[in-house]
């Protein structure tokens, strides 16, 4: 019998030996981690260390093969239900409907998360102002260009004010401009109070982070301040620390 | 929660460039076409004669045969070994050959032999055109004992029992009578089978699918909100269905629409269901497209729409027992040409209920939100 969790509701996400295994395969090692409530928490590694997989079992769509997860003071493995109510999600792969208007997304998401008509509309308005989107309200989303999209989508996974919003490689193939309105987003997301987990393959984005930890092989290899991380390493920049961790990775690229 | 997802399943249907004429023309081209040409009448056989008597008897006989409308004279040949190789070119369906002295052996009362032979490549066809012509010539020689023994004194004759043959439900034997109910079938179970299949497929590659997993939405709600659409679409379908066998071949059922409707509703939740389960288990489009031609193929070829299920093996009707598409069929025939009602289609209704039950609970079941 695994020791339960004692919460800490100034900890929201919490990890404890979190594996999974694919066969004989183990995508995610034993990590164990904390994430603290309004906290910007990086979640850096090679591609194939095993970010997604761990992002998905804290999310609830992927069933651990061991350990233990709490998320918004939830048992991931066995309260999945409660969790996904309290979290918001950003998938590597754009995942609004295309064939639906700006507004008929978030309608979608909002009425599915449980809010109310009025509330929905009247969030909408403003989020559409916030964006500066009031000219594509009845766009399909299909038309939009992706920097648009990528802003659209992390708006809608923090619509219903979830209390943690995971963030998977949101700004991948998005332009400076837009990368920095869309970080100029996440900052807003926690002055809010919502906590933030993010994966990302731009050193300069770990920068903006509180914490970072960096995966190697399923394994976290370092978790620290980016500042900490580089004094530790003797690194100019993250850049550095990172290319230091992850060429000990024996794993092929996926 | 429901509301929302609904909404947002019609206006994908609507605004699919595709979806929307595809549920309109479907019906039309399968019920325009086929009944016209997927026919069980054999028409047209190709017709080869060997008259090896040339009297005015064997020019009547192949004046009758032509004459029927079922044959063409194709061929005329002087010997069997010649009229075989028109077979062997497919001039030729059916040989009819007249030996020498006809005329002269029925005049004598003697009695004369003809003989008939048929290329049976095609066993329904040669079947047909064998029994045709050769009600034709039974035909052919009862108008020659009229004739020949004008007056038959009542203690002389034979005592033979004439059949009075009497076809129920469909007196002339119209196959579109029957063909276009089972049809009807067809396009409702192609629709509805399909069309859920590929829309969580769909979702699945668009990665859409993810997100909807990562909320809290309850399985029988995402489960209902793909199913209620079509089971609407299922009911136009029908509907324009019966408008076009009504308009097109003046068919309307015997019995009532109502029980059609019932019959209906609950037959389209089980193909939909179905295709929900098969969508659950498929990752790719291509997938779900595989294993719904393969449950459509052995829905079809077991169903009794061109072969009857009675005349099939023992393991074979008992898949056919399995096979919703089937008493649905039977249903629908029953009531466009029996005009049976719902009590007595209880076991087709029972059936149908137990299916839809089965399949929705096992498409519920197997939609995993996580792995």
């Excluded at chain 1, 409530?37 to 992002?55: D, P, Q, R, S």
Aim: charged fraction near 20%; proline fraction near 4%.
């Amino acid at each position: 019998m695994e020791k339960t969790i004692q919460h800490n509701p100034d900890q929201v996400i919490v990890a404890e030996n979190l594996t999974k295994k694919f066969g004989k395969f183990t995508a995610v090692d034993h990590i164990s981690f904390e994430v603290k409530k309004g906290e910007i928490f990086g979640f850096l590694g090679a591609n194939g260390a095993g970010k997604t997989t761990a992002m998905r079992m804290l999310c609830g769509l992927s069933i651990p093969t061991g350990g233990k997860g709490i998320v918004a003071g939830y048992d991931i493995g066995t309260q999945t239900e409660l969790v996904k109510k309290s979290i918001g999600y950003m998938s590597q792969k754009f995942s609004l409907y295309d064939d639906l208007k700006v507004w008929e997304n978030i309608e979608l998401f909002g009425g599915i998360y449980g809010m109310k008509d009025a509330e929905i509309r009247e969030k909408t308005d403003s989020l559409m102002k916030l964006l500066n989107f009031e000219n594509e309200r009845d766009k399909l989303v299909g038309s939009l260009p992706l920097g648009f999209k990528q802003k659209l989508a992390f708006s809608v996974s923090i619509f219903h004010s979830p209390k943690v919003v995971f963030l998977d490689e949101p700004t991948g193939g998005v332009d400076p401009i837009t990368r920095r309105q869309f970080w100029e987003l996440i900052y807003d997301a926690t002055s809010r109070g919502i906590t933030v987990f993010v994966t990302t393959h731009y050193m300069d984005e770990a920068e903006y982070c509180d914490r970072v930890s960096i995966m190697v092989d399923g394994k976290i290899e370092a978790l620290d301040t980016p500042r900490n991380l580089k004094k530790q390493f003797n690194a100019n920049n993250m850049d550095e620390v990172f290319q230091q961790l992850a060429r000990k990775a024996k794993r092929v690229d996926s | 929660m429901i509301k929302y997802l609904l909404k947002k399943e019609f206006k994908q249907i609507l605004r699919n460039p595709f979806l929307p004429k595809m549920i309109f023309m479907f019906p039309f081209m399968v019920l325009m076409v086929f009944p016209w040409a997927a026919s069980y009448e054999i028409k047209n056989l190709n017709l080869s004669v060997i008259d090896n008597d040339h009297s005015s008897f064997s020019r009547e006989l192949t004046q009758k045969v032509v004459s029927s409308n079922y044959f063409r004279l194709t061929n005329v040949s002087d010997d069997y070994n010649q009229a075989l190789k028109s077979i062997e070119k497919n001039e030729a369906d059916i040989i009819l050959e007249i030996p020498a002295h006809f005329e002269k052996d029925l005049m004598n009362r003697q009695g004369a032999k003809i003989m008939v032979s048929a290329n049976a490549v095609n066993g329904m066809k040669g079947g047909i055109g064998m029994t045709y012509l050769v009600s034709i010539v039974n035909d052919f020689n009862a108008g020659i004992v009229r004739q020949l023994m004008p007056v038959v004194q009542a203690g002389n004759s034979v005592p033979t029992i004439q059949i009075d043959s009497q076809y129920r439900f469909n007196p002339h034997l119209n196959y579109r009578v029957f063909m276009v109910p089972a049809l009807m079938v067809m396009i409702l179970t192609l629709l509805c089978g399909f069309l859920p299949a590929v829309s969580i497929v769909f979702e699945k590659e668009l990665g859409t699918m993810e997100q909807i997993n990562v909320s809290p939405i309850p399985k029988t709600t995402f489960i209902l909100a793909k199913l209620i659409p079509f089971w609407l679409v299922g009911f136009i379908v029908i509907t324009i269905g019966f408008l076009i066998a009504w308009a097109v071949y003046g068919l309307v059922p015997a019995g009532y629409f109502s029980t059609i409707y019932l019959f209906a509703a609950i037959y389209i939740l089980t193909v939909s269901g179905l295709g929900l389960v098969i969508s659950n288990y498929a990752s790719t489009l291509q997938q779900a497209m595989f294993i719904v031609f393969f449950f459509m193929l052995v829905f079809i070829m077991l169903s009794g729409l061109y072969t009857p299920i009675d005349s099939m093996p023992n393991w074979a009707k008992w898949i056919a027992a399995f096979n919703p598409l089937k008493h649905f069929m039977d249903v629908m025939r029953a009531v466009y040409l029996k005009g049976s009602n719902p009590l007595q289609l209880s076991k087709e209704l029972f059936a149908l209920i137990g299916f839809a039950a089965f399949f929705n609970t096992w498409a519920v079941l197997s939609y995993q939100k996580r792995n």
